[in-house]
């Protein structure tokens, strides 16, 4: 049996019983009507909410309304049902797929930051980097004004027309054939004694690396690859490298004495002129560039090739510059006015030029090619005098002895071959293991007469004295060696192999720790 509400005359929720009239009634329901009436609504006599009494029972099930009671009612409100369900579920879909698009660019954030992250994290490092090693740079020279004993400025750095030569004249001539005949007269007066100061052969063995210095290039872009010495003072080391730069490094006080920049691409070959405050560098943009150190600037650009410049030397009399390029030419340009006096090129070989190195009297010069020949020129007459054909790679470096007398060459072909370049013929070759590269060669014996017939193993050095330049070399890494100070000590050059490019100075000195290869 069910209740049923004298009001509304369905099942009440909340019943409860009227004392006044004993009937029962939904108490929302009747609670209204007395707050309106004060009465009840039967017999209309007087009712408060606190004479109500609430009825305990079940949960009451409510019957079916008369809209629910025939077919076509009961289609209707399944067909509305089915209808808002229908619309729940694009509701959610369409949240869903809000959802999803906020979920993926919530990733692409963070993928981006991760990146972010990473790339300070890089920078931090290097920043570390070079902060550790910002010893060498604490004392950099603030630029000067440009002695007036320097090349004319006027006009630098401005193209130069490549084919403007100003040609050999004959006082240029004569004054080469002077040096030449001096530089000659000097080297018979030394005659064939070795001199006493020379570094004897067993104490090459004994060399090790005495110092070591990182930072002078970018540690982003790391690689030294060209090496040289000043003349005049052996402190001084100049570098070229793979970050375009080109550092003028003093290594008794461990300061940068110039960093010059101008360079498009990186830069492959460095000379310190003898006497001036000059230097020279080469790079595969083509272009020639001499800096004045005082000052940090670039005085000159020389414009002799059109393609990357592969060679660079400097003549004995300290005013001619010779270069070599692969567009299979080679140039001689005065480094007073940057103008090329002459240029020339192998019509019958047609191949690259990849090196360049004048003869210590400066009348001749060696060039070497891509296709494996060494090619001797005569400057004056602008003709190739002699060839030397034998590797089987291009040509990767090339050195005269100091006498004049011999000529070493390296290529590719893990190979270094020693030339007598007056019977122009190959006495000696020295042949590496195929993955050795040897990138520069050095003569460091002044009387290569002096050799023996036969040359000992690499492993050993007995009465050789410049086989060092071998013993060294075969560091797949290294770029460059020069003697210091007369040849009591080593300079050389590595590449990017390591954390940072380095310049290593080997000597005499007993390592404090072992040497690192």
Sequence with gaps: MSLICSISNEVPEHP??????????????????????????????????????????AHPIRPKPPSATSIPAILKALQDEWDAVMLHSFTLRQQLQTTRQELSHALYQHDAACRVIARLTKEVTAAREALATLKPQAGLIVPQAVPSSQPNITGAGEPMDLGELAGMTPEIVQKLQDKATVLTTERKKRGKTVPEELVKPEELSKYRQVA?????HSASIPGILALDLCPSDTNKILTGGADKNVIVFDKS??????????????VTSV????????????????????????????????????????????HATGDYLLSSSDDQYWAFSDIQTGRVLTKVTDETSGCALTCAQFHPDGLIFGTGTMDSQIKIWDLKERTN???????????????????????????DDSSVKLWDLRKLKNFKTLQLDNNFEVHAILLLCQALSLLPQSLPDMSQLRGVTWWLFLHVLVHPSLTGLLPASGSQCLVWGVLGVLPLPRVGIWGEVPLWEPAVW
């Design 212 to 216: 070591s210095h990182v930072g002078l």
């Design 253 to 266: 006080s461990e300061q940068i004495l110039a960093t010059l920049k101008g360079h498009a691409k990186k």
């Design 271 to 314: 000379v310190f002129h003898p006497s001036q405050e000059l230097v020279f560098s080469a790079s595969p943009d083509a272009t020639i560039r001499i800096w004045s150190v005082p000052s940090a600037t670039c005085v000159q650009v020389v414009r002799a090739h059109e393609s990357a410049v592969t060679g660079l030397s400097l």
């Design 385 to 411: 005098v002699a060839n030397f054909p034998g590797h089987s790679g291009p040509i990767t470096s090339i050195a005269f002895s100091e006498n004049g007398y011999y000529l070493a060459t390296a290529a």
């Design 16 to 57: 409860c019983v009227s004392p006044v009239s004993n009937h029962v009634y939904e108490r929302r329901l009747i609670e209204k009507y007395i707050a309106e009436n004060g009465t009840d609504p039967v017999n209309n006599q007087p009712l408060s909410e606190e004479q109500l009494i609430d009825i305990k029972v």
